[in-house]
């Protein structure tokens, strides 16, 4: 079954414990991206990647790290969280080449819910 | 900087009657336009996208608009039924870049 999984799904941490986020695709996807939702703020985009060692940043990118070391996997870093990182993350991946960089269906995880106290 | 507004956060319809949302995107070099729903606990997914190319585009219950003059683009759900009930973004992308910009997102209840 083609899906993108994330983990953990449910975390809570304390200020300044560094986390990972993991994510993997079994759709041999070149571009893979995070995003976070808030509420009333949509979905905003933290890092994306279109290959492996190729990342750049979004809309939100302070506080966090990313790196894409292989096609499948693409985790999100947080070095020292904040309460303000507290939010819905989630990964997708698209089939989308750097000849149509901007269409294609973005397939999404089920999310991870992060609270940082 | 580039930005989607999406209209009514909040809609609440009878089963049976039909559903409007609608954006406006910032972004003129926009030019592909999804649209995701997403349901309690879950991740979005596409449910119908419309390139820049194109005015309208049906797929049974749901159609999308697009008028790239006013640069806004809606979507119509007829119809409805409980299972229309979820959050549903807009989200809007230029060619340019690898960046899709979403909508605050509309949650749509369908009462029976």
Not at chain 1, 16 to 29: A, D, E, R, W
Not at chain 1, 55 to 76: I, M, Q
């Amino acid at each position: 079954e083609a899906q993108v999984t994330q983990n953990p799904r449910y975390l809570i941490t304390v200020t300044g414990k560094k986390l990972t986020v993991t994510c993997s695709q079994n759709m041999n996807h070149e571009y893979m991206s995070w995003y976070r939702q808030d509420p009333g703020l949509g979905l905003r985009q933290i890092y994306y990647s279109m290959n492996v060692e190729v990342t750049d940043k979004g809309d939100v990118p302070e506080g966090y790290k990313v790196s894409r070391k292989e096609k499948r996997n693409f985790p999100l870093i947080l070095e020292s969280p904040s309460p303000n990182q507290t939010s819905l993350y989630f990964c997708a991946s698209s089939s989308r080449t750097s000849g149509s960089v901007n269409t294609g269906e973005l397939f999404f995880g089920e999310g991870s819910r992060l609270t940082v106290l | 900087g580039e930005n989607v507004e999406q209209h009514p956060s909040t809609l609440s319809v009878q089963e049976g009657d039909s559903a409007v949302i609608k954006c406006t995107y910032s972004d003129s070099a926009s030019n592909y336009f999804p649209w995701y729903k997403q349901e309690l606990g879950k991740g979005p997914q596409l449910i119908i996208d419309i390139r820049s190319n194109v005015g309208e585009k049906k797929d049974q219950r749901i159609a999308v608009t697009l008028n790239k003059t006013a640069k806004h683009f809606s979507l119509h759900i007829t119809e409805t039924q409980p299972e229309d009930s979820a959050v549903y973004f807009c989200a809007a992308s230029n060619p340019k870049g690898f960046k899709t910009i979403f909508g605050a997102g509309t949650r749509l209840f369908v009462k029976a």
